[in-house]
């Protein structure tokens, strides 16, 4: 997924899927919450009306090459 999640900035999940329309819905999803099991991003949730979800890349993720 690189160029999709932004190292400094959070992504929404729209966001990240209009990136990689290749990616099936329901596979983007497994990936992204393989990635916050394995501490690679954080899922944040954004208060405001509608409240939100952004996906930040994490400490270890923005180390790792790619």
């Not at 990616?23 to 509608?50: F, K, W």
């Not at 930040?56 to 923005?62: A, C, D, K, T, Y």
Request: charged share 25%.
């Amino acid at each position: 997924m690189p160029g999709a999640l932004s190292r400094h900035e959070g992504r929404r999940y729209a966001d990240i899927q209009r990136d990689l329309p290749q990616i099936p819905p329901v596979t983007l999803t497994r990936l992204l919450r393989e990635l916050e099991e394995q501490d690679v991003v954080v899922r944040v949730h954004v208060a405001g009306s509608p409240s939100r979800v952004e996906f930040i890349v994490s400490g270890p993720g923005r180390s790792a090459p790619g």
